[in-house]
């Protein structure tokens, strides 16, 4: 949460610990990306999953700004602890999808990821492998 109480992210677990989902809201900034990665390492470290659903639907604007500590420190960590496979829903706005694009260039031979345009799309090739 942000200091004036805004949710930035919320991360769930399917009940089968089939995948992990990590839904990003509004604008973000460098604190609030690395308070929710570390959030998603210590549920990682926890009780491990190979898959990410990360959904970037309700994002604002861009966060370029942090590729480099998550190609960096956050990607390296979570696959140390298992994550394999991550199913990116892409922000509507040319902000957030240009930031990601220039990640997935940075991690893209790191682990598998696949870009959809929506959770749904995502999910199914989640379970499909």
């Known amino acids: 949460m942000k200091p004036n109480g805004d949710v930035y992210a919320t991360l769930e677990r399917t009940p089968d610990n089939a995948y992990l989902i990590a839904r990003w809201t509004g604008i973000q900034t460098m604190n609030t990306i690395k ?44 696959i140390e602890l298992g994550m394999r496979y991550m199913a990116q829903v892409l922000a509507p706005g040319i902000y957030g999808q240009m930031s990601f694009h220039q990640l997935h260039q940075r991690i893209g ?21």
């Not at 990410?52 to 420190?73: M, V, Y």
């Not at 790191?110 to 989640?126: G, I, P, Q």
Request: net charge negative; glycine share 4%.
């Open 35 to 78: 308070e929710g990665g570390e959030v998603y390492l210590e549920v990682m470290h926890e009780n491990p999953c190979p898959k990410l659903l990360n959904s970037h639907r309700e994002l604002i604007g861009p966060w370029d700004f942090a590729n480099e500590w998550i190609s960096q420190t956050w990607t390296p960590k979570a």
């Open 109 to 129: 031979d790191m682990l598998e990821v696949k870009l959809f345009d929506n959770e749904e799309k995502a999910r199914s090739w989640l379970l499909s492998i």
